[in-house]
């Protein structure tokens, strides 16, 4: 069963380093995704991107983080000055198409990757 | 008022127990509903997805109310393995984010 995988499972930073997160979304998908989750609390949205491009973005999604595909395969989420707060799990998630319910077209569903666990310290 | 609410328990059930959970949403123009497991520190796994006539699989049951926006989870015959975090998710529609609840913590005991 094809799945999306994630590297690297931890990482560990010093506070104002840049990382860089790696996602490998499902083959044929051509949504992506990034979310994360602070211990405890609630998965929160991040950015979406298709065709190339940033699709939605949440207020989290400020000017120190970035996303880019490379190439036809990897989907990256960069953090170019990593503070304490942004210690969570980090999530990507792909999807493909939908399914039409009636007059409504629901979402592909969206498949997550096992996370990488950030640390900024 | 919060996107998508739902009860955080946790639930304390036995073996063999009928467990129930609600969710509400907010956006009244939300148009995909899922349930989604997540186990601890683990990514979340889609369990189904809720369609407005009501789906079945297995020991679970979903059914979704647009009229009071509300949609439920049901699981019969909790085993052991059922021990999770239970996450309501919904989409406004398209191929954009979808919002999370804080997730119901079900903890199934022997």
């Known amino acids: 069963e094809p799945e999306v995988t994630q590297t690297p499972s931890h990482q560990v930073t010093q506070m104002g380093q840049e990382v860089i997160l790696r996602c490998v979304p499902i083959?044929?998908?051509?949504?992506f995704y990034w979310y994360r989750q602070i211990l405890g609390q609630k998965v929160e949205f991040l950015v979406s991107?298709?065709?190339?491009?940033?699709?939605?973005k949440s207020e989290i999604f400020d000017d120190q983080f970035s996303v880019e595909r490379p190439d036809g395969s990897n989907f990256t989420l960069k953090i170019r000055s990593t503070k304490l707060e942004d210690s969570a799990m980090y999530f990507c998630?792909?999807?493909?198409?939908?399914?039409?319910?009636?007059?409504?077209?629901?979402?592909?569903?969206?498949?997550f990757g096992p996370g990488t666990r950030l640390t900024v310290l | 008022r919060k996107e998508v609410e739902q009860d955080p328990g946790p639930f304390n059930v036995p073996e063999g127990a009928t467990v129930a959970f609600n969710c509400t949403y907010s956006?009244?123009?939300?148009?995909?509903f899922f349930w989604y497991r997540q186990d601890c520190r683990k990514e979340p796994k889609l369990l189904m997805s809720?369609?407005?006539s009501g789906n079945e699989d297995g020991r679970f049951t979903a059914q979704l109310n647009r009229a009071s926006q509300y949609i439920s989870l049901l699981i019969r015959d909790s085993k052991l393995s059922d021990s999770a975090t239970y996450l309501c998710?919904?989409?406004?529609?398209?191929?954009?984010?979808?919002?999370f609840g804080i997730g119901t913590k079900l903890q199934v005991i022997p």
């Open positions: 998630a792909s999807s493909g198409w939908g399914q039409r319910e009636g007059p409504n077209l629901n979402t592909g569903t969206q498949y």
């Open positions: 083959s044929n998908h051509l949504y």
């Open positions: 991107f298709y065709n190339n491009e940033i699709s939605e």
């Open positions: 956006n009244s123009a939300s148009q995909s």
């Open positions: 809720v369609y407005s």
């Open positions: 998710v919904v989409n406004e529609g398209g191929y954009q984010k979808v919002t």
